[in-house]
């Protein structure tokens, strides 16, 4: 059995091309399916940016993925580093826990309703991606009127450009605009200097700053397929393949639609292989 951190292959797992087909289509051997090694392999882990001076910080301090309720912040000043989906749905759990909570925001951002988000996505089936941007940032605006005021800009280019070029994506409104508006978030619009003693005064730190893949770290044969940041090379048309049966989805950046064409481009291919 493969020790934790120790690198393994498709083909130390017991598994083969002709196995994946038969499973994903129903088609199973059981004997054959029953890997030779345990593996439980973490895809990525929480990042957090090495800010000069953050070691001085005497508060909590914690990746958005170790995060679990705002209850344990009641009463207490705490600072959100990220103001995309996952740091504005937790800044909207630690308002409603009664915590003080303010946002880093150092970038402009598109949001939306969940209802807009759906609309526009059924649109860019008939549409093209100019059109529907227009269209997105029009009922933005109907909805949520001008929030430059309240540290809040909407980008120059269009929420689905943007998540095609960038794989950014608009923030969906969890109601968390409301508490902006209302005062209850407070917007930090400029980098927090944690090494002049302005951080003092926050009791906590949620780092809502994303991830990093682990790819690299325990996959040796996926060199035809990951760069060095565990991330499919770019230019590569078919990023979902790699060489001896290997396959990967959700790494294109271009949320639920990018995972939806990597799985059936996945099933596709798998199914050529038992014809």
Request: charged share 25%; glycine share 10%; net charge positive.
């Amino acid at each position: 059995m493969k020790k934790s951190g120790e690198k393994v292959s498709w083909a130390e797992a017991g598994w083969n091309k002709l196995d994946l087909a038969r499973h994903a289509y129903g088609q199973r051997r059981r004997k054959s399916l029953e890997p030779s090694a345990q593996i439980q392999l973490e895809v990525n882990i929480g990042f957090i940016p090495n800010y000069t001076g953050l070691e001085e910080f005497k508060g909590k301090g914690i990746h958005l993925s170790e995060y679990e309720s705002g209850k344990y912040f009641t009463d207490k000043d705490v600072l959100v580093v990220g103001c995309g989906n996952s740091g504005m749905e937790i800044a909207y759990d630690l308002s409603s826990w009664d915590a003080r909570t303010s946002i880093v925001v150092r970038s402009p951002v598109h949001v939306f309703t969940k209802e807009m988000v759906r609309f526009g996505m059924r649109l860019l089936k008939y549409l093209p991606c100019n059109s529907v941007d227009n269209t997105m940032v029009m009922l933005s605006k109907l909805k949520y009127g001008d929030l430059t005021g309240y540290g809040l800009e909407r980008p120059t280019k269009g929420p689905f450009f943007l998540k095609k070029i960038t794989g950014r994506s608009p923030v969906i409104d969890v109601d968390t605009i409301d508490k902006i508006k209302d005062g209850s978030i407070q917007i930090n619009e400029k980098s927090v200097e944690f090494a002049n003693g302005k951080i003092k005064r926050f009791d906590a730190i949620i780092f809502a700053t994303g991830y990093k893949s682990t790819v690299k770290k325990w996959l040796k044969d996926g060199g035809s397929l990951f760069n060095e940041d565990g991330m499919p090379k770019p230019g590569n048309p078919s990023q979902w393949k790699g060489e001896n049966g290997l396959y990967c989805a959700g790494f294109s950046k271009n949320g639920l639609f990018g995972i939806s064409n990597d799985a059936q481009n996945i099933a596709d291919d798998i199914k050529k292989a038992l014809e």
